[in-house]
């Protein structure tokens, strides 16, 4: 916009542009950018934070609902238990006597209002709160403190000096800041200047942990995960951001992944969506650095975007569930010719009836390898994946698909609260999209590449398919080399018997239509530039670069 005053028709503030700067607008928040790159923002980002205004909303609401049950169940017991004052029995007799002359507040013994209702929230919560480490313009947190109803305050913070004046700047024209020192109302949107891991370590203590922790770098999120887990409250929200998916993903950088995730990928077409995906290393090394402090992770929502992954994990304190860890994670051993891959789990869960008839478990390590040198199915070099999680994949729990479908509802209630409504709906339904089980193997869409779909069912299976589909549609073999991968695989004797008559459970949806893949948004579109600051040294870009 080039106006030098514009109003927003829900925000009373009228903002003015000074010259320099342009007015950019996203949903309910306004921030002024300057001409010079001096604080990160990348528009075809929204669809990001979208996603996370979204999914915290509904995360919060089933907080407030968990919330309301418990001082519901609290009460029940208490009447249960005749647990009832003197004074509040003097007090209900009272009131039956005056009824129609007086209004005579009915109290319970901790002076609260017995007609209250029972499953309203408790007075002394005030609200969420949100820890944004890296927020650049700010945009990110004037959105969740202007679209989540449950947010106390928003804590942003940036090492940056350019970028915490934008912030500040941009949290006062949307009324959220405190640019009046005599003003005694604390603002919604609190700015920090600082190193992100002192903050979010200096939050580690039980009574100053926040609610939510948003991790969203230009790069990796790795140097910030052992403080982000240490921060957040119990059953609290970890939102992460990757962009590095040339070190995640291609397998073209493989010493800078295990530097950055403890992991090895490797290239294949189930890069982004499969036992050996970015998403899965991303995972793993919150759920490693996680167990470091007695606590576990719940994936959410994780999923692979354009150029970056985004993951919402709960996150929970349970020494119990932190020991399930080792049966957990594996190690694979993966054929780049065929795409076939074996699991090596690292341990193994033994569960024993204790003397009192409960189950007693106990872990021990996994016998191993699974596979000789070369593949089974081709007779193809096999590569190794270093440590995945591993029942994520065959549960399918990187997503919840509850939380999911929770997600897609919110958005669907009121498509007009988001502009990229269409994506979001899409994207999660085929996120919370659970397959039919045939032959015992599931099978459902993939969120991550159009035209994919992901299963439970081994290569050899699906291999198997092929020779019967071939069967019924002969292709010519002299036309296939000798030594081909192709013949090898045909060549192969059939195993498993096929047919390809349409299954009962079957779903189809070509009466829905759905933006399940999106196409590129813009010309020349992607990853942008990151901020200039003046403390950049060489160095600092040649590391940047490296990243």
């Not at 009228?14 to 607008?25: E, Q, R, W, Y």
Request: glycine share 6%.
């Amino acid at each position: 916009m080039s106006s030098s005053s514009v109003s927003h028709s829900t925000d009373p503030i009228a903002i003015t542009v000074p010259k320099g700067f342009k007015l950019h607008t996203e949903n309910s928040a306004h921030i002024l950018l300057p001409d010079t790159n001096d604080a990160f923002l990348n528009p075809i980002q929204e669809f990001n934070r979208d996603l996370s205004v979204a999914c915290i909303r509904v995360w919060a609401e089933e907080k407030e609902e968990q919330r309301r049950q418990k001082r519901l169940l609290r009460r029940q017991k208490e009447e249960a238990k005749g647990n009832t004052s003197k004074r509040q029995k003097c007090v209900c007799e009272m009131s039956k006597i005056t009824e129609n002359r007086l209004k005579v507040p009915i109290v319970n013994e901790d002076g609260e209002d017995a007609g209250k209702d029972p499953t309203a929230t408790e007075d002394k919560y005030t609200g969420i709160v949100i820890l944004e480490a890296l927020s650049a313009t700010g945009l990110r947190s004037i959105r969740y403190a202007k679209e989540i109803p449950q947010v106390n305050y928003v804590l942003a913070n940036d090492l940056s000096e350019a970028a915490c004046e934008a912030m500040r700047r941009n949290a006062d024209i949307n009324g959220l800041g405190s640019s009046d020192a005599a003003s005694t109302t604390s603002p919604k949107v609190r700015v920090n200047e600082g190193d992100a891991c002192t903050l979010m370590y200096a939050h580690r203590p039980a009574k100053d942990r926040v609610d939510v922790v948003d991790l969203d770098p230009y790069g990796t999120a790795a140097p910030f995960i052992d403080a982000a887990v240490q921060c957040v409250r119990d059953d609290g929200l970890l939102c992460v951001t990757c962009t590095d998916l040339s070190v995640l993903a291609s397998g073209n950088y493989p010493e800078k992944c295990f530097a950055n995730y403890g992991g090895v990928p490797v290239r294949g077409e189930y890069c982004h969506e499969s036992s050996m995906k970015a998403l899965r290393l991303v995972l793993s090394s919150i759920a490693t650095a996680a167990s470091r402090y007695g606590r576990s992770i719940t994936p959410l929502l994780s999923l692979s975007i354009d150029f970056y992954v985004r993951l919402f994990v709960r996150v929970k304190t349970s020494p119990i569930e932190v020991k399930k860890l080792l049966s957990q994670l594996a190690t694979y051993y993966i054929c780049t010719t065929c795409q076939s891959y074996y699991e090596q789990p690292l341990g193994r869960a033994v569960e024993q009836p204790s003397k009192k008839g409960e189950p007693n478990v106990n872990y021990k390590t996994h016998a191993g390898p699974p596979v000789s040198q070369r593949c089974p199915e081709c007779d193809g070099t096999l590569h190794v994946v270093k440590t995945l999680i591993r029942d994520y994949f065959r549960k399918g729990a990187i997503h919840d698909p509850v939380f999911a479908k929770k997600v897609a509802a919110h958005v669907e209630a009121d498509p007009s609260k988001y502009g990229t409504s269409a994506r979001m709906k899409g994207m999660l339904t085929v996120a919370s999209e659970v397959g039919p089980s045939f032959h015992g193997y599931s099978v459902s869409r993939s969120h991550a590449v159009s035209g994919s779909i992901k299963t439970t069912a081994p290569r050899s299976f699906i291999y198997d398919m092929m020779r019967e589909w071939i069967k019924e549609h002969p292709v010519k073999m002299e036309n296939i080399s000798e030594g081909h991968v192709a013949r090898r695989l045909l060549q192969k004797p059939q195993q498993a018997g096929i047919s390809f008559e349409k299954h009962v459970k079957a779903i189809t949806r070509e009466d829905v239509k759905l933006v399940r893949y999106q196409v590129n948004p813009t010309p020349n579109w992607g990853p942008k530039p990151r901020a200039k600051r003046k403390r950049d040294t060489p160095e600092d870009d040649a590391n940047m670069r490296e990243s």
